[in-house]
């Protein structure tokens, strides 16, 4: 999987908008240096959401949960655009600051936490989590943060959806972000990456009922705790760098699981490989598609909705028609 990630990030260094090549002339350099930034924001990308996913269906007990399905990827918009607002209008103390990887990403870790903690409390039935009320606040949730979003691009000032904001909103790689924002993000991700990987036994242990979890050692609260954080950072950073995109921490883990087994120390890296590799497959299609119309580069997230869509509608058949049976 490595040596693939590795082969797919080449080719993706000679795509670019003018052909596919290595780039030559004076500024090869330069467009080098842009095409790896985005090579390597879409690898941060994808390994957040996948492994994100992989926490949230271990912190909630359900193999759909994932990051855009339970809102969190529509919440972390929703905090950097507020934050985007707070920062324009001059509200509050201390916003003179501007708008930086830290910034953002508070306010984007913010509303992926508050949607979590919402669709948490919701989505169980006298203290038990139901999965398919769990999946219903989750769409309801994105649907509301969905028109949170839209309320505050209808705002007036410079607060609202910048041009490029509309296909951001939509997954897509932000190509504006200065490296230092991108190599910040990418280093809270793979701390974050590594503090699960830490825990992966525990993991595997809180996949059984709370009694034998416990029997075995485990304290499922501080797991809970560190889980819960832990899928809001890396849910919030991805929005950063690349807006919402649906599905990646869903099919990843399930992905991960059928080529390396269900033991999260291996689950954890091989989804985060998985993601990588999709993201970056995706944005290779992307360029690709720009190449031949010349009309712009498709945002990834049409590429990831349509995959994960079908796959989210596979792996939710067993459920549905389980009260007719």
Same mark, same amino acid.
């Given at each position: ?25 004076e500024f090869a350099d330069y467009f080098l240096?842009?095409?790896? @930034?985005?090579?390597?924001? $879409? #690898?941060?990308?994808? =390994?957040?959401?996948?492994? &994100? *996913?992989?926490? /949230?269906?271990? +912190? %909630? ?29 001059? @509200?509050?103390?201390?916003? $003179? #600051?501007?708008?930086? =990887?830290?910034?953002?990403? &508070? *306010?984007?870790? /913010?509303?992926? +936490? %508050? ?44 607060? &609202? ?165």
């Amino acid at each position: 999987m490595l040596l693939l990630l590795a082969g797919i990030f080449i080719f993706r260094l000679s795509l670019g908008s003018s052909g596919i090549g290595w780039p030559e002339g004076e500024f090869a350099d330069y467009f080098l240096q842009l095409r790896s @930034l985005r090579g390597v924001e $879409a #690898i941060c990308v994808g =390994a957040a959401l996948a492994v &994100g *996913g992989v926490a /949230l269906q271990v +912190l %909630l007990r359900n193999p759909l949960a994932e990051p855009y399905i339970l809102g969190l990827s529509s919440g972390a918009a929703v905090g950097v655009m507020a934050q985007l607002l707070l920062v324009h209008s001059g @509200l509050g103390i201390g916003l $003179a #600051i501007q708008s930086s =990887a830290l910034a953002n990403h &508070g *306010g984007a870790l /913010l509303g992926s +936490l %508050l949607s979590l903690v919402i669709v948490y409390l919701l989505g169980q039935r006298k203290g038990v989590i139901d999965p398919l009320g769990l999946l219903l606040v989750g769409v309801i949730l994105s649907s509301i943060n969905g028109s949170i979003i839209m309320l505050i691009n209808y705002i007036p000032g410079s607060a &609202g959806l910048r041009e490029d904001m509309a296909r951001w909103m939509m997954g897509y790689l932000h190509e504006s972000l200065p490296s230092s924002t991108v190599w910040t993000i990418c280093i809270i991700t793979g701390i974050g990456i590594a503090v699960l990987w830490k825990f992966a036994a525990d993991m595997d242990a809180a996949t059984f009922p709370s009694d034998e979890a416990h029997s075995l050692g485990v304290r499922l609260k501080r797991l809970r705790i560190i889980l819960f954080l832990i899928s809001g950072i890396l849910a919030s950073g991805a929005v950063v760098l690349a807006g919402p995109i649906a599905f990646v921490g869903l099919v990843c883990p399930h992905l991960a699981r059928l080529l390396v087994g269900p033991t999260h120390l291996r689950v954890i890296p091989a989804s985060a490989l998985c993601g990588a590799i999709l993201i970056l497959v995706a944005d290779c299609f992307s360029t690709w598609i720009d190449i031949l119309t010349n009309r712009g580069r498709l945002p990834i997230g049409i590429f990831t909705a349509v995959i994960g869509g079908i796959s989210f509608l596979w792996l939710l058949r067993p459920q549905l028609g389980r009260n007719n049976s």
